[in-house]
């Protein structure tokens, strides 16, 4: 059985959920939180980073040996198209510097995603674990539900021509378990 993290689980709870585990043969990490206001978790860290971004990195690196242990297994990072406009900039984790824009966090973690799977991928080579990173697409959730009401309404009215949640999920699914 695998692990699908909730990204609401605060990093010591994280730490818990690892210590329950024996054997772990895929772990996703999906983070659906943006427009998030400013805030500093009580770990001293801004929340858009701790939710998005050091959650799903300390769960993996927890899980790491369970997962080595359990190959074939894999790590299946949920990002965003997003990412390729976001700044890998570790002084945004601590609040010392606060991202510009109202999605500019959220660009941010989600490229420190993509950055850090890349950079599993190939510390795994040869250890029957594989990571992967994706993005679902444009999914009609409640992802926006932090932005002002202009932004909402935009999001509301454009609802149509985005996938569904269950769509969304596809991808996830898909590099979760399939025998590829």
Sequence with gaps: MGVLVHSRLNLSQKRALVAKKASVPWVSTPTLLS??????????????????????????????????????????NVSSFRHSVGTADSGYLTGQRRPGG??????STK???????AELARRLQGTGVTAN????????????????????????LLRPFMKSPEQGAAST????????
């Design 102 to 107: 109202h999605d500019a966090a959220y660009n």
């Design 111 to 117: 490229l420190m995603n993509v950055l850090f799977t």
């Design 35 to 76: 427009g998030l206001p400013f805030a500093i978790t009580s770990e001293g860290l801004e929340q858009t980073f701790t939710t998005n971004y050091l959650g799903p990195f300390l769960l993996t690196n927890l899980l790491l040996d369970l997962l080595k242990a359990s190959a074939p297994a894999r790590v299946v």
């Design 133 to 156: 990173a994706l993005s679902p697409g444009v999914v009609s959730t409640s992802i926006m539900r932090h932005f002002s009401w202009p932004v909402r309404v935009l999001f509301a």
């Design 173 to 180: 699914i898909f590099c979760s378990i399939s025998e590829e």
